[in-house]
């Protein structure tokens, strides 16, 4: 009996052991974040956070996110104090810890998994107020982007332990992409190259639409083909509630475009503004397309929102995340998080 107890109390030892020794031992001895969605913690004194100094960050971080249609910050702020930062704020999210001293380089730093499973710790430091401020003007955007990025992940995280696995394995078995949806959203349309997904509440929408189609020696990579492509998509796949109606991409405001590569593949981002033409409905959207190498063809993810009475950025965050996830059968799973 003592060497049956002996033996498990030893596996048990060697599990927690190997968990701690690895990439993944922090989201085993880790506690859970704090904090909502696309808070930041401001960690700074009260005076200097009423000062210049707290202006400019709000100015920075609470910014209005582009392509929205009605003004809502990158991120909510919440100040406190150095010396209260304890135990009941050191597990939230997104940390942002401001010093000054002659001592300090003026730098921005990153630090992962410091308190929390997840969270993310950034220090911005230097010699004074003034040269924070220069310093915020400087490296702003990459702060925005990083931000976004661990935002994004979590809800990656979140997705992959609420899979709807019978989607999964009909998209895996089916269409030949991986793809984690999570449970709440059901299979709307499944054709042979389009698929359509959705989440409904009584006040708000978010849907993910899936096109993959051959490329037949042409190069999809650039803003117009896009553009054209999901348009001719939505005009033919999502109809409005009045007959005529059909979603397109609101011509009154440019989108954004940006190219990137990650692992060994590439990928066209597109966000902007839908409308609903002949009808009266509107929102975010975001594009992801990218080249599939296993079956040579070309995969367009769009992800979109209706919420006309509620703020629209977390839930296009949420959609994000989800298209995010692709990959492909016979590839190395890929979770894109390209370089800012």
């Given at each position: 009996?003592?060497?049956?107890?002996?033996?498990?109390?030893?596996?048990?030892?060697?599990?927690?052991?190997?968990?701690?020794?690895?990439?993944?031992?922090?989201?085993?001895?880790?506690?859970?974040?704090?904090?909502?969605?696309?808070?930041?913690?401001?960690?700074?004194?009260?005076?200097?956070?009423?000062?210049?100094?707290?202006?400019?960050?709000?100015?920075?971080?609470?910014?209005?996110?582009?392509?929205?249609?009605?003004?809502?910050?990158?991120?909510?702020?919440?100040?406190?104090?150095?010396?209260?930062?304890?135990?009941?704020?050191?597990?939230?999210?997104?940390?942002?810890?401001?010093?000054?001293?002659?001592?300090?380089?003026?730098?921005?730093?990153?630090?992962?998994?410091?308190?929390?499973?997840?969270?993310?710790?950034?220090?911005?430091?230097?010699?004074?107020?003034?040269?924070?401020?220069?310093?915020?003007?400087?490296?702003?955007?990459?702060?925005?982007?990083?931000?976004?990025?661990?935002?994004?992940?979590?809800?990656?995280?979140?997705?992959?332990?609420?899979?709807?696995?019978?989607?999964?394995?009909?998209?895996?078995?089916?269409?030949?992409?991986?793809?984690?949806?999570?449970?709440?959203?059901?299979?709307?349309?499944?054709?042979?190259?389009?698929?359509?997904?959705?989440?409904?509440?009584?006040?708000?929408?978010?849907?993910?639409?899936?096109?993959?189609?051959?490329?037949?020696?042409?190069?999809?990579?650039?803003?117009?083909?896009?553009?054209?492509?999901?348009?001719?998509?939505?005009?033919?796949?999502?109809?409005?509630?009045?007959?005529?109606?059909?979603?397109?991409?609101?011509?009154?405001?440019?989108?954004?475009?940006?190219?990137?590569?990650?692992?060994?593949?590439?990928?066209?981002?597109?966000?902007?503004?839908?409308?609903?033409?002949?009808?009266?409905?509107?929102?975010?959207?975001?594009?992801?397309?990218?080249?599939?190498e296993v079956n040579d063809r070309f995969v367009m993810l769009d992800?979109?929102?209706?919420?006309?009475?509620?703020?629209?950025?977390?839930?296009?965050?949420?959609?994000?995340?989800?298209?995010?996830?692709?990959?492909?059968?016979?590839?190395?799973?890929?979770?894109?998080?390209?370089?800012?």
């Open positions: 009996m003592k060497k049956t107890i002996l033996l498990i109390l030893s596996a048990v030892l060697a599990i927690i052991v190997n968990s701690c020794g690895d990439s993944g031992g922090s989201q085993v001895i880790l506690p859970n974040l704090s904090g909502s969605s696309g808070e930041v913690l401001v960690v700074l004194d009260k005076a200097k956070w009423e000062g210049p100094l707290g202006h400019k960050i709000r100015e920075v971080l609470g910014a209005p996110v582009p392509k929205l249609p009605q003004a809502e910050p990158y991120f909510d702020l919440v100040n406190t104090s150095p010396g209260a930062f304890s135990k009941l704020y050191q597990t939230h999210r997104n940390v942002l810890f401001v010093e000054t001293g002659e001592d300090k380089v003026n730098q921005v730093s990153f630090l992962e998994n410091t308190y929390s499973y997840l969270q993310l710790m950034i220090n911005l430091q230097g010699k004074n107020d003034e040269e924070l401020m220069k310093l915020l003007d400087e490296k702003g955007q990459t702060i925005i982007n990083k931000l976004n990025i661990a935002e994004r992940d979590r809800w990656i995280s979140v997705y992959k332990k609420s899979l709807n696995s019978m989607i999964f394995n009909n998209l895996r078995d089916k269409h030949k992409m991986n793809l984690h949806m999570p449970a709440n959203f059901a299979l709307d349309v499944d054709e042979k190259g389009f698929l359509w997904f959705s989440y409904e509440t009584p006040t708000t929408t978010q849907a993910i639409l899936v096109h993959y189609f051959d490329h037949k020696g042409k190069n999809y990579f650039n803003k117009d083909s896009i553009m054209k492509i999901r348009d001719n998509m939505t005009r033919e796949k999502v109809e409005g509630p009045v007959s005529g109606s059909y979603m397109a991409i609101e011509d009154q405001v440019p989108v954004d475009f940006q190219l990137f590569r990650f692992r060994q593949r590439n990928y066209a981002e597109m966000r902007g503004l839908w409308t609903l033409e002949n009808g009266f409905m509107g929102g975010p959207f975001i594009t992801l397309v990218t080249k599939d992800g979109f929102v209706y919420a006309p009475n509620d703020e629209k950025r977390e839930l296009l965050r949420q959609v994000e995340a989800i298209i995010y996830t692709i990959s492909f059968p016979d590839d190395s799973e890929v979770v894109v998080t390209p370089k800012n």
